[in-house]
């Protein structure tokens, strides 16, 4: 039998990915695949949900990739929040079904309703302490679950899907998502926030024997809880800098 040369990877490369494997080998779902080895963040294209894209510039380390804070927005002042129905808006060759949109952004609806109500009192109606939520999901792809659990579970394919995600930013066999979203004055209509994101699955093994759009999945539980946490983090500094 053939035995692995030991020289084949280098030692520099192996202490890259077995850091990599400790801090995100549990993770579940991970920012946005990178443009190339530095790292930045790649460019993502927009589906013209938010009408107006000049405001939002990239996000920094653990932020969304594109991101606007109003410097002028009072968070302190709303307590309530409408929650419009998510939408689906993507490119004309998109390989979501029709039928899979609407439970991805059924999901993701009541992901952000769970997530949101601990905060806010939930309305249908503007008023002049109520923030509205305006959000679409723009792209989704599927993983391949027999494939992705093989990658997490066999040693030497997680090495090389490691290699590939350090080159890349992304792993093979995973699944991503894609999203738009705003947050305005329910009232006068100006934009307090906005953001444009994508994640994609991490190398967890819980991640990897899920159903295809179990990354998906993870990346709309991770946003909403997300939106729900920065929200209250913007009112409790009361400031906008970050």
């Given at each position: ?23 995100a080998?549990c ?9 190339g080895?530095m790292?930045?963040?790649?460019p ?5 949900f ?12 653990g932020?969304?990739?594109?991101v ?19 939408q ?5 060759d ?27 009192t939930?309305?249908?109606k ?42 890349t930013?992304s ?19 100006e ?5 444009v ?9 819980k ?7 179990g ?23 009361g400031?906008?800098?970050?």
């Amino acid at each position: 039998m053939k035995k692995l040369c030991k020289s084949t990877i280098p030692v520099a490369l192996l202490a890259s990915l077995f850091m990599t494997f400790f801090v995100a080998g549990c993770a579940t779902t991970t920012e946005q695949p990178k443009a190339g080895i530095m790292g930045e963040k790649a460019p993502l294209p927009h589906s013209g949900f938010l009408g107006d894209y000049s405001q939002l510039k990239p996000g920094k380390e653990g932020q969304a990739a594109l991101v606007y804070l109003n410097p002028a927005a009072q968070w302190s002042k709303y307590n309530k929040i409408i929650i419009e129905p998510v939408q689906f808006w993507a490119a004309p060759d998109t390989q979501v079904p029709p039928s899979d949109q609407e439970v991805l952004a059924s999901y993701f609806y009541n992901a952000l309703k769970e997530n949101l109500q601990k905060h806010f009192t939930l309305v249908d109606k503007p008023g002049p302490d109520v923030m509205k939520l305006q959000t679409a999901l723009t792209d989704a792809t599927a993983s391949t679950p027999v494939l992705r659990s093989a990658s997490v579970v066999i040693p030497q394919v997680r090495v090389l899907n490691t290699a590939q995600s350090l080159a890349t930013g992304s792993y093979a066999f995973v699944g991503t998502a894609q999203a738009e979203g705003q947050i305005i004055d329910s009232r006068t209509g100006e934009r307090l926030a906005a953001a444009v994101d994508k994640r994609a699955g991490g190398m967890g093994l819980k991640a990897a024997a899920q159903w295809k759009w179990g990354d998906a999945q993870n990346a709309m539980d991770y946003w909403a809880q997300r939106i729900a946490q920065r929200i209250v983090e913007l009112q409790t500094q009361g400031k906008t800098s970050d």
